[in-house]
């Protein structure tokens, strides 16, 4: 039995032994802390019309149970059959489909590009950030007669992934969103954070047709550019030989950017978009769009239309604080540009939530100390900074350069955990501020928009 031919009488698959429906394919996929092929049979008793297995014992047990032997199937490797799946449903598709990576903005540029997009095609696009070995293939195999063209986020700790990745979604044109200083852990270095988002470049150089679209004010991504690959360039700083050229206009707090068509008229749009640094994301996103023939109008439409929910550059206004939310990542690049963008918005009062950055190896120290420098110069009434990776971190020469600030004393305070931030809340009711929340996904900063 081919598996690509069950599919095509069964097309939906599940990974999770919980959510099973009627005539699903159960792919029994491992992590370091559970075990899929424990659950196939029970998917199978759910409801499941196949499971695939890669160990021996699973089905040896389910047929000593008297299980159907054509219900589960064993492969090598269940992670690898599942994408080799994707793979093949992907290939009866002849249709674009852009792979997105980078440091910092994909799941927003991904956002950005599928809105407007959608101005004039069905698109497939991965859902929130499901970018990794096993949200890539979900996302291809929600690929439907309608699509027209697909958008497929790539994710990565370690080098490799992005070649893995593109393997599967085999892109016909893709966009690096830039490099920075993330999950260090795994790549060892910047060049190897570099080397691995490079891999999107080096997939697309072998697919003859192929494009790319490249911000051509990032000398790294410029230095990777493989040869005879067709390439759109975007600027926001006047860089020569652009498709798209854009400009700041402001962001007070809300991004206003200018953009135009080479040598086009001048178009401005207001964005839902806190932070300066997202205009590279829409202008991104507007090369995209040009490339695909989506009308002028219908780019910046939909540009001013979309709105982040994903704690993304996201401004909340409660009925006691105005918060500038970015807590889904953070890492020393984008942490960098979430001040910096800070700094430029007006308030009276400022206030900053800081979660540790995660993943960055021997660097970690450094790059916090950093960190506690930079925001012990800002102009901030208050700093609360979570999780240990702040420990020991002496602040004190900042503090004391502070001094007073809006007549009372520059607090740079600790706590361990969100947990402590949110008894702090409670106690304290912090009111009249303008409040940055950002830090790793992992600190769980996104949970306290609604106590603010």
Known sequence: MQLYDFYREHPCVTTDSRDCPPGSIFIALKGESFDGNRFAAAALDKGCALAVVDDPAAREAYLANGGDPTRMMLVCDALQTFKDLAREHRRQFNIPVIGIT??????????????VL??????????????????????????????????????????????????TAEPTCGLITNVGKAHLLGFGSLEGVLHTKGELYDNLASRPGSAIFVNADNDLLAS?????????????????????????????PMLRLRWRHADGAWREVTTHLIGSYNIDNVLAAVTVGLHFGVELERISAAIEAYEPSNNRSQLVVTGHNRLVVDAYNANPTSMAAALDNFALIPAERKMAIIGEMRELGDVSREEHERLVARLSEMDLDTVWLVGHEFDGIDDAAGARARGIVNGQPFKMRRFADVEQVKAAIAAEHPEGYTILVKGSNGNRLFTLPTLL
Do not use: W
């Open 102 to 115: 980078g440091t910092n903005g994909k799941t927003t540029t991904k956002e950005l590009v599928r809105a």
């Open 118 to 167: 959608a101005a004039k095609f069905n698109v497939l696009a991965t859902e929130g950030n499901f970018n990794n070995d096993v949200g890539v293939p979900k996302t291809l195999l929600r690929l439907r007669p309608e699509h027209e063209i697909a958008i497929v986020e790539m994710g990565a700790s370690h080098p490799g992934d992005i070649k893995t990745l593109a393997a």
């Open 224 to 252: 990777i550019l493989p040869q005879d690959v067709a390439v759109e360039r975007y600027t926001a700083h006047g860089a020569p030989g652009c498709t798209v050229e854009g400009e700041l206009v402001a962001c007070d």
